[in-house]
Structure formats: C-alpha cells, structure tokens
C-alpha cells in the first residue's frame, strides 16, 4: 500500500511502533550492559580477593618457611583455590621489587600492569592462547615489596555474559511485544468512533440526508462531522428545489397543453372533410407530448436525488387502485379492453404520488399493448411478507432477454410500437428501487402476455 493511500491507523501504528520499539531496544541494551557491568566488577572483586590471599599467605610463609619453600607454599595455596573453579584456570606470579620471581609462572611479568599504583589493576590480556584477566597488586610483604599478578581465564566470565544477555532478552522481548499490542490495541480503541462513523455513512441509503448524530464523537471528529451535515443539509436543500421546480413545471406544462387541447376540440366540431383529419393528427400529436412530458417529469421526480427528501408514510394500495379504476376505465373502453381489479388491503410504507404514478405507468402500458378484446387484471394484497402488486395482460409479452433491458429509460422491445415512449417500466423500476420493493416480469400462468410483479416489504 502506498504511502498517500494508506489508513489513518496503519500511520498511527508506524508513528508510535518504530520510536517505541528503538526506546524499548535501547532499555534491554542498558539492562544488559549494565548487569555485565556488576557482573564484571563482581568477578574482578573475587579475583583481587584470590591476589589478596596470595599475599596473606606470603607473610604467613616468610615467617615460617625458608627463602626456597615460598614459592611451593603459594603454588600450593593456588591449587587448593583451583579446586573451587572447574571452568577457569588460574595462574599467578610472585616478585619483589627487584624483579626476582618468588613464585609461579615467569611469563606472567610481561602481563603485570608497570605504572607502579599501589591499588589493585585489572586488564584484559591474551596468555597461553587464551583470553585472560589480570589483577595487579602492590604489597609490602615481610620480605620486602612484592608485585602480586594472578591471571584467570574467562571461560566462566564469558558463561555468565551468555546467561546475562539470555536473561536480559526474554523479558524485554516480553516487554517490547507487550507494548507493542498495547499500542496497537489503543490505537484500535481509539479509532473506533472514526470506524463507527464510517460504518454509519456507508450504510445509508441514498436517499438518507439526515445529519451524522454528534453525541459520543471525540472533538477531533467532531469538524469532519459538522462539516457533512452542513453538506447534508445543502443536498437536502438541493433537492427540495429541485422537487419544487419539477412540480411547478408539471403543473404549468398541464396548463397550457389542457387548454390547447379544449381549443383543438372546439376546432375540430367546427371542421370537417380534411381539416378535421389534420386536426386529429394534432390532437393525438399533442396528446403524445403531453404523455411524453408527463412521464420525463415523473421519471425526473423519482430520481434518487429528487427523491431524497420525499417523505414516506403509512399508505393502503387498496384505495390506489380504486382510484386508478376510474381514472383508466374510459381508455380501457376506448381500446375495447376488459380492466378488472381485485384490491384487498395492502399497507406499506411509501410516497403516494410516486405509488400512483407506478400504477398508471402499469395500467396504461398494460392497456396500450393488450388486443382488442382483451384483457387486464390489477390485484394488490398482503401476506407474510409484506404487501405485492400484480398487473396482467394478454398482449405479447416480452421476451425472456429483454426484460432487463426495458427496464432502461427510452427502450422499447423491438418489433410494431403502440405508441410508446420507453418510460413506462423505467418510472415503474425507479420508484420500486425508492420504496425498496422488488421488482419482477414475467409471463402470465399460462405462458401467455406479461406479468408485472411488485412485491414491498413489510411496514415497519
């Protein structure tokens, strides 16, 4: 993922993780380096405790023992001290001031630390082909000043660093994974309220313009959502000009067309031979723009945009269609067209205008594209569902291919039209898909005609 299209919580992570993680590695850098540093002291204190016990056994000896017999006494003090380490190996010399070697390894003198302090030295050198430490010690002994240099191996040294570091790892391994999931977690605490916005916003419909609820919102938030409600509410405003205008324009263009017809009417009376021919072509002309245009207004009205501040209500289609009896029944008579209807009470939740214009979209293609002779059928109920609508006809249906398609706005199943516009069905999808109703064709029982079928979920 990008940089510019990654999330806000991926970018929080990376922010405090890395800082996190270098604090939490440089504390197990300190905890460790600091242990081996006790541990080191530690281990150097015992080994200047081995020189010290060297030179309390020198002035023992000297008391005792001849010149010759020191050096065996020391080496023998050494072995029984060797006993008590089986991981390093000790090795010591003795030599007074004057360079003689009292006791123990020779070659230890090019190991002893010459700037001549009278405190304990300690330095790490290579001998007999391994790793060593060194303690120096200035003493004055019964047989004068003597330099005092005991060398360990650093087997056990090395063990413990190992040990050390094991110790110091685990727990701020712990630590640092624990933190890490802390942060984490709080970051997916944090952003919850964001994750809840969003969710919120992307289950609405598109015809919800209500304003985002603001109560338990943290104040970063809290512009972002002042800011799409003032565009929420600028859409809403948007829209109910837009609704405005369209029922204005719906009603001025009925005006002026229902007079031009009267006047054609009162023409035509008057006319006969073929004036009254031509003035039948302009009726039914005018007739079909005024259809035309009705229906462009009705399909415009129930776009989502237009109808995003339409308000639904509780609504019988019962009365619907008995409306719709009276209002279509004349033309039904004029095409020669049986139209039955058998309502039965269907409530649902929906707008009027638009379930109306549903019907008479339904009716008039029905109607238009049923024989002479035929028949249409109009039924509504309810049932466990929710309520449905049926309209049926005998005419030639539409293939099973193009159902889809006529539900498109201005497309009409190709073969002999009948005065179609190609709005009809898409007015009758549009204000299905606004009421959330479910919207089938198909044919009637016996193969025959078209079926239109709308099925509106259950009230709530």
Same mark, same amino acid.
């Given at each position: 993922?990008?940089?510019?299209?990654?999330?806000?919580?991926?970018?929080?992570?990376?922010?405090?993780?890395?800082?996190?993680?270098?604090?939490?590695?440089?504390?197990?850098?300190?905890?460790?380096?600091?242990?081996?540093?006790?541990?080191?002291?530690?281990?150097?204190?015992?080994?200047?405790?081995?020189?010290?016990?060297?030179?309390?056994?020198?002035?023992?000896?000297?008391?005792?023992?001849?010149?010759?017999?020191?050096?065996?006494?020391?080496?023998?003090?050494?072995?029984?001290?060797?006993?008590?380490?089986?991981?390093?190996?000790?090795?010591?010399?003795?030599?007074?001031?004057?360079?003689?070697?009292?006791?123990?390894?020779?070659?230890?003198?090019?190991?002893?630390?010459?700037?001549?302090?009278?405190?304990?030295?300690?330095?790490?050198?290579?001998?007999?082909?391994?790793?060593?430490?060194?303690?120096?010690?200035?003493?004055?002994?019964?047989?004068?000043?003597?330099?005092?240099?005991?060398?360990?191996?650093?087997?056990?040294?090395?063990?413990?660093?190992?040990?050390?570091?094991?110790?110091?790892?685990?727990?701020?391994?712990?630590?640092?994974?624990?933190?890490?999931?802390?942060?984490?977690?709080?970051?997916?605490? !944090?952003? #919850?309220?964001? $994750?809840?916005?969003?969710?919120? =916003?992307?289950?609405?419909? %598109?015809? *919800? &313009?209500? +304003? /985002?609820?603001?109560?338990?919102?943290?104040?970063?938030?809290?512009?972002?959502?002042?800011?799409?409600?003032?565009?929420?509410?600028?859409?809403?405003?948007?829209?109910?000009?837009?609704?405005?205008?369209?029922?204005?324009?719906?009603?001025?263009?009925?005006?002026?067309?229902?007079?031009?017809?009267?006047?054609?009417?009162?023409?035509?009376?008057?006319?006969?031979?073929?004036?009254?021919?031509?003035?039948?072509?302009?009726?039914?002309?005018?007739?079909?723009?005024?259809?035309?245009?009705?229906?462009?207004? !009705?399909? #415009?009205?129930? $776009?989502?945009?237009?109808?995003? =501040?339409?308000?639904?209500? %509780?609504? *019988? &289609?019962? +009365? /619907?269609?008995?409306?719709?009896?009276?209002?279509?029944?004349?033309?039904?008579?004029?095409?020669?067209?049986?139209?039955?209807?058998?309502?039965?009470?269907?409530?649902?939740?929906?707008?009027?205008?638009?379930?109306?214009?549903?019907?008479?979209?339904?009716?008039?293609?029905?109607?238009?594209?049923?024989?002479?002779?035929?028949?249409?059928?109009?039924?509504?109920?309810?049932?466990?569902?929710?309520?449905?609508?049926?309209?049926?006809?005998?005419?030639?249906?539409?293939?099973?291919?193009?159902?889809?398609?006529?539900?498109?706005?201005?497309?009409?199943?190709?073969?002999?039209?009948?005065?179609?516009?190609?709005?009809? &069905?898409?007015?009758?999808?549009?204000?299905?898909?606004?009421?959330?109703?479910?919207?089938?064709?198909?044919?009637?029982?016996?193969?025959?005609?078209?079926?239109?079928?709308?099925?509106?979920?259950?009230?709530?």
């Amino acid at each position: 993922m990008s940089r510019s299209s990654s999330t806000l919580r991926a970018r929080l992570l990376r922010r405090l993780w890395w800082p996190l993680l270098v604090v939490l590695l440089i504390s197990a850098g300190y905890d460790y380096s600091s242990a081996l540093g006790r541990a080191r002291r530690n281990q150097d204190i015992a080994l200047g405790r081995i020189a010290i016990a060297l030179t309390s056994r020198l002035d023992v000896d000297a008391d005792d023992a001849n010149d010759n017999d020191i050096g065996r006494h020391l080496a023998r003090t050494m072995a029984a001290m060797q006993r008590t380490d089986k991981h390093d190996r000790l090795s010591f010399m003795v030599r007074s001031q004057g360079g003689e070697l009292i006791g123990g390894d020779a070659a230890l003198s090019g190991l002893a630390d010459a700037t001549g302090s009278d405190k304990a030295s300690y330095a790490d050198h290579q001998f007999g082909g391994e790793a060593v430490r060194v303690v120096t010690f200035a003493h004055l002994s019964s047989l004068g000043p003597v330099t005092v240099v005991v060398a360990e191996t650093t087997h056990r040294r090395q063990a413990q660093a190992r040990r050390l570091f094991v110790d110091t790892l685990v727990p701020n391994l712990l630590l640092i994974t624990l933190a890490l999931l802390l942060v984490r977690s709080g970051v997916k605490v !944090a952003m #919850a309220p964001l $994750d809840k916005l969003s969710q919120d =916003v992307a289950h609405r419909g %598109p015809t *919800d &313009l209500s +304003p /985002l609820p603001q109560g338990d919102l943290p104040a970063e938030l809290l512009p972002v959502v002042r800011a799409i409600n003032r565009l929420m509410e600028r859409l809403r405003a948007s829209a109910q000009a837009q609704q405005a205008f369209l029922s204005n324009a719906a009603h001025q263009l009925r005006t002026p067309l229902a007079g031009v017809q009267t006047q054609l009417e009162l023409a035509m009376r008057t006319s006969e031979g073929p004036q009254r021919e031509r003035l039948a072509l302009v009726q039914a002309a005018l007739h079909r723009m005024g259809h035309t245009t009705h229906q462009m207004l !009705a399909l #415009a009205r129930s $776009d989502p945009q237009a109808a995003a =501040v339409e308000d639904f209500e %509780p609504i *019988d &289609l019962q +009365p /619907l269609l008995e409306d719709a009896a009276s209002a279509w029944l004349d033309q039904a008579l004029g095409a020669q067209v049986d139209l039955g209807f058998d309502a039965q009470s269907a409530p649902i939740t929906g707008s009027a205008w638009m379930l109306h214009e549903m019907l008479s979209n339904l009716i008039d293609n029905a109607i238009r594209h049923s024989p002479p002779g035929g028949r249409v059928t109009v039924r509504c109920g309810r049932d466990d569902s929710g309520g449905w609508l049926t309209v049926e006809d005998e005419g030639p249906g539409i293939p099973a291919d193009e159902r889809q398609r006529v539900l498109g706005r201005f497309y009409q199943v190709p073969g002999p039209q009948r005065g179609g516009t190609g709005l009809g &069905l898409a007015i009758v999808s549009e204000v299905a898909q606004r009421h959330g109703a479910e919207l089938t064709l198909d044919s009637r029982d016996d193969g025959s005609g078209l079926k239109v079928s709308v099925r509106f979920p259950a009230p709530c």
